[in-house]
């Protein structure tokens, strides 16, 4: 689907109507109008242009209170097709969906540093060509790409201003692919990318204000406020990783000491096993293998892992006062041993008795939750008519 195209499918009454289906299909005409306070003739005529445009089919007769049956209307799901990439720092993973985040192909590729900005945009456009290939896929039933990249990222421009892990800075991303594939394209940090996917597919429902906290390799936050993603002033709200912690601290890679970053993120948790497990060196994923199997010194590790995270989780509850925080990321595989003490220094530590009952849990997307939200990027614009994204 060409840029332009894209944009002649939005409009607000558009986006209202699309969503309503969404959300209760089936539904009738008449209960959208009811609904959504659209006068009926406009409800139609929008009806009509959706179900012309492919994004709207109509099914078997719905119950009639007395007149006659009417037509029930559902989103058609498989008219058009979204494509998601979590971009490092690791490794760059690519998914193509459907208009319900169902996955239809998947690639990934490692990332090896040192890397340029053309060797990084390459790794991308090739991700991008392979999925359109093995799915078959012509490029006028994708709506667009989404990319949830890692570090600080201008969504207005679709650049990545500092990808600290892999060394780079003011990558194009956006121009680069609009360039090459002519699609709508939208560029935003993983951690928010993250949160936007945890609010459309995380069996949330309609919660206002929520966190979304990804602690892997590194550590960011996602913050969404009154319904819509907040990005701050200079597009760096959510950077929870470089929170000090400790003034006298390690130095993070921003440079500053004492980072919660420096505390919490999987290779941080390594390095203070080097120091306190007598059993040389270890990944994060076996120390919790070691946990698992009863290691007293591993445990404790991990405990006082969850009791770290719990002190910025707690100061981001003073800050923002989420009605709740999801948490992801490879560090999270260790759920067992790191939350009893994270919650525990959540309540000990809180303000107030109601700042101490914010609703924390792990999400239940795995892995493909930032991938995931880098499709909603994309549904966001096409269904929400005020946009999750502010």
């Not at 780079?168 to 692919?177: E, G």
């Not at 949160?195 to 069996?203: I, V």
Request: hydrophobic share 40%; glycine share 10%; proline share 3%.
């Amino acid at each position: 689907m060409q840029r332009g195209t894209f944009k002649l499918m939005k409009s607000v009454n558009k986006s209202i109507v699309l969503n309503k289906i969404r959300l209760s299909e089936p539904i009738s005409r008449a209960q959208i109008a009811k609904e959504t306070s659209l006068t009926p003739p406009t409800v139609s005529s929008i009806v009509k242009e959706l179900i012309d445009q492919g994004l709207v089919r109509e099914s078997t007769l719905g119950h009639s209170s007395g007149g006659r049956k009417p037509t029930m209307l559902h989103i058609h799901t498989s008219a058009f097709y979204v494509i998601g990439i979590d971009a490092g720092p690791e490794k760059v993973e690519c998914i193509l969906t459907d208009l319900t985040g169902k996955t239809i192909e998947r690639n990934s590729r490692l990332l090896s540093k040192p890397i340029t900005n053309e060797q990084f945009l390459s790794i991308l456009k090739e991700s991008i060509r392979e999925i359109l290939q093995i799915s078959n896929m012509n490029l006028d039933k994708i709506i667009g790409i989404g990319i949830a990249m890692h570090g600080a990222v201008d969504i207005e421009t679709g650049t990545s201003l500092v990808a600290p892990i892999l060394n780079l800075r003011n990558i194009p991303i956006k121009a680069a692919l609009e360039e090459e594939f002519n699609l709508t394209i939208k560029v935003e940090n993983d951690a928010r990318a993250m949160a936007l996917g945890e609010s459309w597919f995380g069996g949330h429902g309609e919660v206002d204000s929520m966190v979304a906290v990804n602690i892997g390799r590194g550590v960011g936050a996602g913050v969404i406020i009154n319904g819509k993603l907040y990005h701050g002033a200079q597009g760096i709200a959510g950077e929870l990783g470089h929170m000090t912690i400790d003034i006298n601290g390690d130095v993070c890679e921003c440079g500053n000491q004492g980072c919660l970053q420096t505390l919490v993120s999987g290779s941080s948790i390594a390095k203070r096993a080097r120091k306190q497990v007598a059993k040389g060196e270890l990944t994060a994923k076996e120390i919790f293998e070691f946990a698992q199997n009863g290691n007293a010194d591993c445990v404790h590790l991990l405990q006082e892992t969850g009791e770290m995270i719990g002190i910025g989780l707690t100061n981001l509850i003073h800050l923002v006062n989420p009605s709740k925080i999801v948490l992801g990321g490879g560090v999270m595989k260790s759920e067992k041993f790191i939350m009893p003490a994270l919650l525990e220094t959540i309540q000990q530590r809180s303000l107030t008795t109601e700042a101490k009952k914010t609703k924390v849990t792990v999400t239940r997307l795995g892995d493909d939750v930032t991938l995931l939200g880098a499709v909603a990027l994309l549904l966001d614009e096409l269904f929400d008519p005020l946009g999750k994204i502010g």
